[in-house]
């Protein structure tokens, strides 16, 4: 059974703060999404990691994918209130033609 | 373009009743999703389709079903709501000639069964 684990699950942090959140998932897999959630809207597509290496950013946020660990990151760098919400990290697998989430990460940014 | 829309935004049923959840994508996307979301669960995947008239199970298919006539359409039905159905459902879509499967979400149906 394929799972995804987030860490932290919650996060409160001060503004202009450094933080990261991993994502760790129990099956091989070359390709992980990001999204972010705002409260009572939709699912926003921020990266999209195809293989072992690779690193993506935007803004404030970057996120890398260790795929011989089973692990990405979506590290925050000078936090700022705007970056509160929920983020989702999600895998797929060969031939499953879907994603699996994880549970998600409500991150709070205090001014 | 208005990317993925759902119908209705907002729904209360009682038990026992019956519904229908309307996805449309105007993306020309081949694959279409239903997930439902829970506080502290993330998304769980319902049913799926890969194409115009193909469905497949997902995670969490009990108790619902799903159809998918039109390429852009992808209904999700249920037919005897249970209070265990009360959720917030979300429905994706994504391209299926790419090595990857980056979805575009709708904006969500509240449902709640009392």
């Known amino acids: 059974e394929l799972k995804v684990e987030q860490n932290p699950l919650f996060l409160s942090m001060q503004e202009g703060k450094n933080y990261t959140i991993y994502c760790n998932y129990s099956?091989?897999?070359?390709?992980l999404y990001w999204y972010r959630q705002d409260p009572g809207k939709s699912l926003e597509s921020l990266f999209v990691l195809l293989s072992n290496g690779a690193v993506k950013q935007e803004g404030r946020l970057m996120a890398s994918l260790d795929t011989k660990a089973r692990l990405s990151t979506l590290h925050i760098t000078a936090a700022v209130h705007d970056l509160s919400a929920t983020y989702f990290c999600a895998v797929d697998i060969s031939g499953a033609n879907n994603l699996f989430f994880g549970t998600g990460t409500r991150l709070t940014v205090i001014p | 373009n208005a990317g993925v829309t759902q119908t209705p935004k907002f729904r209360v049923l009682k038990t026992g009743q019956s519904m229908t959840l309307l996805c449309a994508q105007d993306?020309?996307?081949?694959?279409m999703y239903w997930y439902r979301q829970d506080p502290g669960m993330g998304l769980r995947l319902i049913h799926y389709s890969v194409g115009e008239g193909t469905t497949a199970k997902g995670e969490v298919p009990d108790g619902y079903n799903v159809s998918r006539l039109k390429k852009q359409n992808f209904l999700l039905g249920l037919e005897s709501a249970a209070p265990s159905q009360t959720s917030v459902y979300f429905c994706?879509?994504?391209?299926?000639?790419?090595?990857?499967?980056?979805?575009?979400f709708g904006p969500g149906t509240r449902l709640t069964v009392t």
């Open positions: 994706a879509s994504s391209y299926s000639d790419r090595d990857y499967y980056e979805q575009y």
């Open positions: 993306m020309n996307h081949e694959y």
């Open positions: 099956t091989t897999s070359d390709r």
